[in-house]
């Protein structure tokens, strides 16, 4: 499977799963749900081997801000939204 094609998967998976439409997911909406989702999908991207470079060209954001996410979402996993850990692990399973 190509990189676009499995952050497309990705995308839609933590689009399901969240009910946050991906078009939502790759806006610059800063509204909170909206950024979880949008991390956690950055940070799974990244997990399954995508480059910092791809994913940034493929999110249409610098690669400093994915390197942002990269670095923040374990806080974001803590500290935000209770149901994150259950929704990266559904994306995840469903991934397999």
């Known amino acids: 499977m190509c990189k676009k094609d499995l952050c497309e998967q990705i995308i839609a998976l933590v689009a399901d799963v969240t009910d946050i439409s991906a078009v939502e997911i790759m806006s610059s909406n800063k509204r909170p749900d909206v950024v979880d989702a949008r991390y956690l999908a950055i940070?799974?991207?990244l997990q399954k081997g995508v480059k910092i470079y791809r994913v940034a060209e493929f999110m249409?954001?610098?690669?400093?801000?994915?390197?942002?996410?990269?670095?923040?979402?374990?806080?974001?996993?803590?500290?935000?939204?209770?149901?994150?850990?259950?929704?990266?692990?559904?994306?995840?399973?469903?991934?397999?």
């Open 60 to 96: 249409t954001m610098t690669e400093r801000n994915v390197y942002h996410v990269q670095e923040r979402f374990d806080d974001r996993k803590d500290y935000g939204d209770p149901m994150l850990e259950n929704y990266y692990n559904s994306v995840l399973k469903a991934l397999k």
């Open 43 to 45: 940070f799974i991207m």
